[in-house]
């Protein structure tokens, strides 16, 4: 793919091609560089996509690496179906016979994954779900046979235990406040999809989703998805989120209390509910095409056991253009979200490469598209891989990092899942610091970055994230740490200030990025398999292989 960098941008690859020890100041310099307008907020399938895997093709082949695709190539397509949703002709509830029309982005928030030219929904019964959970290894069904077709079904986000407190039947049964898979909004719109309804809400609540409204609706009324065939689409016309206070007005008006609802949901008896007497209806415009869209892939090939690969990811891709913030600025540029992630792949590259000899298995470097749309490009590889999963040894991956300086710890994602913490231990300790599980495991960032869909084929991972927790700041301790979690996530999380600052302090970054690499050298010197522990929903998926 050619390259339609300037040569100021083109200049940031003439780098040092091997480094002994991971550089602050080139991290910094590849953030600014692609977090820069001039990748447009690097949108899948837009001139900011082809500048920005022209720009780490460039990158990769001044470090020394080779092509990670298949015949000598550096990209592997993956081609999405884009959607956007145009004004609403209709959209609203009808109550009692009288309808109440909704605003989008305020009462209501809604996407498509649908190739078609209209989603229309004609009063269709709403039926609550509760939370929509069917897991018989759990004990847990909240359909009870219930007949979804031509409804749209409306969910309360995250676990049935959630919220439960001590001496419910249901506390602990999914984790207590861990989320498990069956919490996030994914899992509930393919269930919903699974049982043939025409549309599928989720009642928001900013503790159950872990964000806030903003978050949810910056979207704008786009959506992708892998393209599929036909007989694989998802059945829903139109899915989305309803807003906390049009929720609870939404089941006043069918003669119902939300909160009784959501504490009747933690109950095993549960049956889905009927709202009475109100029906959903939309009719919106839907723009649609299929957009090419790139994963890029490089590698250092392994001297004695090639075939086994240890798998490092990073997503490229951030939010592209919205709308304009208090300051003017459209373009969201993802500096953190997840340039800081690419950086940090490129200089555990850089690092490998200066190193001799070369690892004992293959050392693979991911960087996806379309992850801000649902792990799309990791999701298309592992439905492709160009490396079997039974020869993939791990998944290292790195996705949001503190930039607020040294720490004293680091953050543990998805405590209990596997060996690879116990690694991450013990790699600490040589760093002098220790491992804090993640302190808000209710949001559910396990489920929520690539390596994920490695995880869903059984492969070991770790995920680096920097909002997981407050890190235990060399200046400030935690509560520096939690201001600046808070800070990122409530001000700049999927917005355009999450932009390069020059308050930025990337020694806490260089932490991390270290604890990766060192893991990974660890794995492709060694001839061991990472396993997961007793108890992970994934552990099976890895013994059958």
């Not at 909240?142 to 419910?168: C, I, R, S, T, Y």
């Not at 409204?213 to 998805?225: A, F, I, K, L, M």
């Not at 069918?254 to 933690?266: E, H, P, T, V, Y």
């Not at 060192?518 to 522990?533: F, H, M, Q, T, V």
Request: with cysteine.
């Amino acid at each position: 793919m050619k390259s339609l960098l300037p040569a100021l941008l083109l200049s940031s690859i003439a780098l040092p091609t091997a480094a002994q020890d991971i550089s602050a100041e080139r991290i910094a310099g590849t953030v600014q560089v692609l977090a820069s307008d001039f990748f447009e907020g690097r949108a899948p399938g837009t001139v900011g996509e082809e500048r920005t895997v022209g720009y780490l093709i460039g990158q990769f082949q001044a470090i020394g690496l080779e092509p990670g695709g298949r015949n000598g190539s550096w990209v592997q397509a993956a081609p999405l179906l884009h959607t956007r949703l145009g004004p609403p002709r209709t959209l609203g509830v009808t109550v009692g016979g009288a309808m109440r029309t909704w605003q989008p982005g305020q009462q209501v928030y809604l996407s498509t994954r649908r190739a078609e030219d209209r989603a229309v929904i004609e009063h269709a019964p709403l039926v609550f779900v509760g939370y929509g959970v069917s897991a018989p290894e759990r004990q847990w069904d909240d359909f009870k046979g219930v007949d979804l077709k031509g409804k749209v079904a409306v969910f309360l986000v995250n676990d049935p235990d959630f919220e439960a407190g001590q001496g419910e039947a249901v506390a602990g049964r999914f984790g207590g406040k861990a989320m498990t898979y069956y919490g996030r909004w994914t899992y509930k719109y393919e269930e919903a999809s699974r049982r043939g309804a025409i549309g599928a809400l989720i009642v928001h609540d900013t503790p159950g989703a872990g964000y806030g409204w903003n978050v949810v609706t910056s979207p704008q009324g786009e959506n992708y998805d892998i393209v599929r065939a036909p007989d694989q689409q998802t059945t829903l016309a139109l899915q989305g989120w309803i807003e906390g206070g049009a929720a609870a007005t939404l089941f006043a008006g069918a003669g119902l209390d939300l909160a009784a609802q959501r504490m009747a949901a933690r109950r095993p008896d549960f049956r889905p509910v009927t709202l009475q007497g109100v029906t959903f209806s939309a009719d919106l415009p839907v723009t649609h095409e299929v957009v090419r869209s790139h994963n890029v892939l490089a590698k250092i090939p392994g001297r004695e056991r090639p075939d086994e690969v240890v798998f490092y990811g990073a997503h490229w891709d951030a939010y592209g253009k919205g709308p304009a913030d208090a300051n003017g600025k459209t373009v969201r540029g993802g500096a953190n979200d997840d340039a800081l992630g690419v950086a940090g792949l490129l200089e555990i590259a850089r690092k490998f490469m200066a190193q001799q000899p070369r690892p004992r298995r293959s050392i693979v470097f991911g960087l996806w598209t379309a992850e801000e749309r649902g792990l799309l490009g990791s999701e298309a590889y592992a439905l492709d891989p160009v490396y079997p999963m039974d020869k993939t040894v791990a998944n290292l991956t790195l996705d949001i990092l503190q930039t607020a300086g040294k720490a004293r710890d680091v953050i543990l994602v998805g405590a209990g899942q596997g060996s690879l913490e116990d690694d991450l231990d013990r790699l600490a300790r040589k760093q002098g610091r220790t491992v804090t599980p993640e302190s808000l495991p209710e949001r559910g960032l396990f489920y929520r970055a690539d390596h994920f869909s490695f995880a869903k084929r059984g492969v070991p991972v770790l995920l680096m994230m920097g909002i997981a927790g407050a890190s235990d700041l060399v200046d400030g301790g935690r509560a520096a740490g939690q201001k600046w979690v808070d800070d990122y996530t409530g001000r700049c999380y999927h917005q355009p200030c999450d932009a390069w600052g020059q308050d930025w302090n990337l020694d806490g970054a260089v932490q991390d990025i270290g604890l990766m690499f060192d893991l990974g050298r660890d794995l492709a010197n060694s001839s061991r398999w990472p396993e997961w522990k007793a108890g992970s929903e994934f552990k099976a998926l890895r013994e059958r292989r």
